[in-house]
């Protein structure tokens, strides 16, 4: 049961970190004079808008999508390890454990540097005059929801309960006698009080 809700988990997480990918991150807005302008942040870069759409704003645009897209990829391939395991090699345990908690640490990576930056943004205010409305976008929320869900399906992979092999051959048990005489382990305990003439016929 763990196995399975671990591999949920893990492709929750995947399908939250693309939609946080297609959502933005920041916007701000600007009014001075009865002139708007705001700019907005997303995955792929930053968007600049003057007159009610936004286009992009730098023809080389920073792309913070790409290591969660990769991240993305890992989770989806963990999730498929995680599912086969039982039907696949022994040595493939250790690598399927490492990749589980390996994809969401390079999503929790990825998401906690876009959001320091976006942190920075929400705290400029370098107006003088005018208004200016600061959002933090929903995509933001929904890339921490799967950093989180990611997470905890690594966390759960790591836990994977292996049956013990049954033994091999012939397995003796040792019972406890009710006195302190210890008892052969393959035989019963003879008392010496019984002498050997007293069992004896006649």
Do not use: K
């Amino acid at each position: 049961m763990r196995r399975v809700v671990s591999a949920i988990a893990l492709l929750a997480g995947a399908v939250l970190a693309v939609m946080g990918l297609a959502r933005p991150l920041f916007e701000q807005t600007r009014m001075d004079s009865g002139y708007r302008n705001a700019i907005r942040l997303t995955m792929w870069g930053s968007e600049y808008s003057s007159s009610g759409g936004f286009s992009q704003s730098s023809p080389n645009p920073i792309l913070f999508g790409v290591p969660v897209v990769v991240a993305v990829v890992l989770l989806v391939v963990a999730t498929g390890l995680v599912v086969a395991g039982p039907r696949l090699p022994a040595w493939t345990v250790a690598p399927t454990r490492v990749l589980a908690v390996a994809a969401p640490a390079l999503l929790i990576g990825s998401v906690w540097t876009v959001g320091q930056l976006v942190l920075v943004a929400a705290g400029e205010d370098d107006i003088t005059r005018g208004s200016m409305d600061t959002t933090v976008g929903d995509g933001i929320w929904t890339l921490v929801a799967a950093c989180a869900v990611a997470l905890a399906g690594g966390l759960l992979a790591q836990r994977r309960v292996v049956a013990a092999p049954e033994p091999e051959g012939a397995v003796v048990y040792q019972l406890p006698d009710d006195d302190d005489t210890d008892t052969p382990p393959m035989g019963v305990q003879i008392h010496p009080s019984v002498s050997t003439e007293e069992s004896s016929p006649g």
